[in-house]
Antibody, heavy 116, light 112 residues
Framework: EVQLLDSGGGLVQPGGSLRLSCAASGFIFTDYGMTWVRQAPGKGLDWVSTIDYSGGSTFFADSVKGRFTLSRDNSKNTLFLQMNNLRVEDTAIYYC?????????WGQGTMVTVSS | DVVLTQSQFSLPVTLGQPASISCRSSQSLVHSDGNTYLNWFQHRPGQSPRRLIFRVSNRDSGAPARFSASGSGTDFTLKISRVEAEDVGVYYCMQGTHWPRTFGQGTKVEIK
């Protein structure tokens, strides 16, 4: 069964950092690009970042560029989203998803709350 | 950035009746590789989003046959042939052709 298990969310103060992880199973991880999507409370879905299958190319929304980095460990089938200098407006459920152009499988989501 | 406009914020529907959700793009979604990367997602309360349709009109395995979609270029439509109670939720279109990827603002399907 194809699965994505998101983790690493929590409560952090403005300016703080968090690292989200996404453990993939049930498919060949290196065949797929991977994407993070978030949903702020009461809002719609918002694309955050995408990485290609090799980890050689990454793409970011302007709202997180320069603060977030995306990487993957293909030997461990794991995706990482390092979030630095967090802002109140980064508060959201973060979903790990599979895909580069077409996003299909979604993780269960992990909640990030940025508040003082 | 590509703006995807779903014209209906809310769509009240009668059980057993058809429903249609539109998604209009501010620019063509035809990629240089010839594919049109327009997806439709269903987001039920308390669950993760679920993809129903990929590349305009291809229904995902597991998506009920009552869901269909069509469109080209900049205009796309998701249709439910006969709405069931389990179809309640928010529906989003998303484009994967251009950077940054973008979503429509969502259409909330609710039962009258």
């Amino acid at each position: 069964e194809v699965q994505l298990l998101d983790s690493g969310g929590g409560l952090v103060q403005p300016g703080g950092s968090l690292r989200l992880s996404c453990a993939a199973s049930g498919f060949i991880f290196t065949d797929y690009g991977m994407t993070w999507v978030r949903q702020a409370p009461g809002k719609g879905l918002d694309w955050v970042s995408t990485i290609d299958y090799s980890g050689g190319s990454t793409f970011f929304a302007d709202s997180v560029k320069g603060r977030f980095t995306l990487s993957r460990d293909n030997s461990k089938n794991t995706l990482f989203l390092q979030m630095n200098n967090l802002r109140v407006e980064d508060t959201a459920i973060y979903y790990c998803t599979r895909g580069f152009y077409d996003v299909d499988v979604w993780g269960q989501g992990t909640m990030v709350t940025v508040s003082s | 950035d590509v703006v995807l406009t779903q014209s209906q914020f809310s769509l009240p529907v009668t059980l057993g009746q058809p429903a249609s959700i539109s998604c209009r793009s501010s620019q063509s979604l035809v990629h240089s590789d010839g594919n049109t990367y327009l997806n439709w997602f269903q987001h039920r309360p308390g669950q993760s989003p679920r993809r129903l349709i990929f590349r305009v009109s291809n229904r995902d395995s597991g998506a009920p046959a009552r869901f269909s979609a069509s469109g080209s270029g900049t205009d796309f439509t998701l249709k439910i042939s006969r709405v069931e109670a389990e179809d309640v939720g928010v529906y989003y279109c998303m484009q994967g052709t251009h950077w940054p990827r973008t979503f429509g603002q969502g259409t909330k399907v609710e039962i009258k």
